[in-house]
């Protein structure tokens, strides 16, 4: 881990900038696993499953038997667990939905207003690996059904005995998700942006993967599909003060560091104190990681910076902008104000990014890659589409009917005109 | 115009697809002309308008003396309808602001909440050709500036003269648009994508264009930059049963039409007295339209079709998904209610869809080619990030760290647990 120590504002960009991954080859691979599901559907599926993930599956469906094994499976306390972070993360997303249509009445006799209106299909991605990550489950599933959405469809990898963890065969069917499909990989997205004689095709695709399935989320968007938002590898900024604690502070970096040697941790402070206190605290903790080589390797990567004030860390964390910010400090509030670039925002000693990644109740797919300059994290939002309408009167239409002629007229475009002249007409003669 | 007398449930779809482009060749095309603009900069800008445009430029920034000679052509009845519009779109566009943060105790101590935060950069693209497209300036100024979006620049090109059209120079000015530059086509999104010496990088690029710009659109994503939604030609779908108006709906088929021959206009009716009266109505229309032969080849494109209730027109729109949809009937709000995919929806006989393209305060840049499916038209949140933020308090890690503890171990993440557990334990011996 470097550290710098009052770096020029000049060098800030280029201390923003992330890991550059190898991507030579990637899109041709993906592009022909994509073109094989296309034209061979089912089959296709089970022939990269054998090839990639080494199972011989015969149906990639999950049957309602293997749910009803894996919810009597799950220990009662995960169970415990899994429902306080439910009900968090519900109750905040609850309150992102529109209910009622704000009806605005622009000039008299012309009503306009708008409706949130769930996304009919969407499929969502949990990645297999090292661990079951059931909690982008609840990070997904639980905004869809709030958003209306009808059908919610997942597709998870099997493991070596062609079997889907039971905790991520729990938390889907506890957050009512329709169907459950053991797919991974390219071929997962392929399949929902396609269509097989499974699995059905859908009309936006969500969730994390490596860069197998971020590379065919990217190309899927060409066939008319949404994705929820590019991705990258995951990554911490933490800006303390003097009155952060060194040891939280290391754990906050190290608890991402883990997620993958190609995550990024950068912490920012006005206090060189700080700074030497954390670096002790972390080749403490390190030792006593499973995955300390993991960790190890995205330390590499990563950069403690001493700056001026901590209005200076701001300014640079807004260049940045990370994908997790945490200001370890007793006045985060005051500094809350002045973000501007981030996916989400943890405030003070005691909110570690952890509680946000399981139950406080924010949602943790967020934008990485400093993504948070221009795109949010996943929201209710990014399960509705919002249709506009609106409703003239004769009166309406005779209130803004000149200004809409004159406009058109304008732009040369007179059976737009004359769309309102014949209505103007028709009230004139009444 | 074919018409279809109630055609089989199972032709719906195919009878909702849209005419396919022939994009051979085009991203090769596109692509190196991004590739130019990244390495030359201003240098290729000017070759490229040279090229393309036929305009030979030695700066492509749109100086004072420009926009205030503009604001004194436009004629006072232009800017008075201008400014009617104005105000009703920024009336509509003003209710979708979420000012303030409301904040969730998702348990006690456990405080989450959300901040919209305006994009700090933003690029508009505003297309040349036979008419300048000054209501669009509108309808993507007006929400950047309400969501407050920094800097707000905009491309457009330049005319054989090397100017661009006053209209769109003081609607520009009236919106607040930082600064304006003369260039169009793939090469002005790459100049807003990658920055050249005098026009600079944006996060996220909006506005209609040709088959090349659409293209550049689709590519520069790979670079990072979000851009508004995917886009095709535009669309309307008309619902009508016997209390519709066949001249208007006539006039609103051809005022879609008229934008080109790769348009696409239906009309569903339960009412076969309705279609015949449309057809006579179009074709007494036609005639007087200056844009009679692109009319036409969109008409070409276009369908009529027979369906047995109304109910069954909504389901087939539902499958269609238009950009723009117009109730046509006395029933409309009834109707309203049942419409799950389109872009803008135009309520009863006084509503047209001109109204919405200009002034009733609607957004018209909306999502075409079935895209209401998957994706809202531009908003004011088209134009901001959401940031999450959470606060917990010593009570609110205590009331929610075990069940994090318990998942960040089920999902083999020791030190995610161990930043929880640190906080407890420091809690605990306070």
Redesign the interface.
């Known amino acids: 881990m470097k550290t710098y120590n009052y770096p020029n504002k000049n060098k800030w960009t280029l201390l923003s900038q992330r890991p550059i991954l190898n991507q030579n080859d990637l899109e041709q691979t993906v592009n022909s696993i994509l073109q094989l599901v296309k034209k061979n559907k089912d089959e296709a599926l089970l022939e990269l499953t054998l090839k990639y993930d080494n199972v011989k599956l015969n149906n990639v469906k999950v049957g309602p038997l293997e749910i009803t094994k894996a919810i009597s499976i799950v220990s009662m306390?995960?169970k415990?667990?899994?429902e306080?972070?439910y009900?968090?993360?519900t109750?905040?997303h609850e309150?992102?939905l529109e209910t009622e249509s704000?009806v605005?009445e622009?000039?008299t006799g012309?009503k306009?207003w708008?409706k949130s209106?769930g996304?009919?299909k969407v499929g969502l991605y949990i990645p297999g690996g090292?661990?079951?990550?059931?909690?982008t489950i609840l990070m997904l599933g639980i905004p869809a059904k709030i958003a209306g959405c009808k059908d919610v469809i997942l597709c998870t990898p099997a493991n070596e005995n062609g079997n889907i963890d039971p905790?991520i065969l729990y938390t889907a069917n506890l957050v009512g998700i329709t169907s459950i499909y053991k797919v991974g990989g390219a071929q997962a997205i392929a399949a929902m942006g396609f269509g097989t004689e499974t699995i059905p095709q859908v009309?936006?695709i969500f969730g994390p993967g490596n860069q197998y399935v971020t590379k065919a989320k990217?190309l899927i968007?060409?066939n008319?599909?949404?994705i929820d938002m590019?991705a990258g590898p995951s990554e911490v900024l933490i800006i303390a003060d003097q009155s952060g604690?060194p040891?939280?502070i290391a754990?906050?970096l190290?608890?991402q560091?883990?997620?993958g040697s190609d995550s990024q941790v950068i912490l920012l402070s006005n206090s060189l104190k700080i700074i030497d206190d954390v670096k002790c605290e972390l080749i403490k903790?390190l030792e006593?990681?499973?995955?300390k080589e993991t960790?190890l390797g995205a330390l590499n990567n990563s950069r403690l910076i001493l700056l001026k004030t901590i209005y200076d860390c701001i300014e640079f964390s807004n260049i940045y902008a990370p994908e997790h910010l945490i200001i370890a400090s007793n006045n985060?509030?005051k500094y809350?104000s002045k973000?501007?670039?981030?996916?989400?925002?943890?405030?003070?000693?005691?909110?570690?990014?952890?509680?946000?990644?399981?139950?406080?109740?924010?949602?943790h797919t967020l934008?990485t890659?400093?993504?948070?300059?221009?795109?949010?994290?996943v929201?209710v939002?990014s399960f509705?589409?919002?249709?506009?309408?609106?409703?003239?009167?004769?009166q309406?239409?005779s209130n803004?009917g000149?200004?809409?002629e004159?406009?058109?007229e304008?732009?040369?475009?007179?059976?737009?005109?004359?769309?309102?002249t014949?209505?103007l007409n028709?009230i004139r003669n009444d």
Chains 1, 2 share one sequence.
Do not use: W
């Open positions: 306390e995960l415990t667990a899994i306080q972070a009900n968090n993360i109750l905040f309150s992102q704000k605005i622009t000039t012309v306009c708008r209106v996304i009919d090292s661990a079951p990550l059931f909690s905790t009309y936006k990217e968007q060409q008319g599909i949404a590019p604690n040891e939280f754990a906050d190290l608890s560091a883990e997620h903790q006593k990681l499973p995955r960790a985060a509030d809350a973000i501007t670039n981030a996916g989400s925002v943890f405030l003070g000693n005691y909110s570690c990014e952890s509680a946000g990644d399981y139950a406080s109740g924010t949602n934008p890659n400093g993504f948070s300059k221009n795109y949010s994290g929201s939002d509705v589409k919002k249709i506009t309408f609106q409703k003239l009167s004769a309406g239409i803004i000149q200004s809409i004159i406009m058109a304008a732009e040369g475009l007179f059976a737009h005109k004359n769309a309102v014949l209505r028709s």
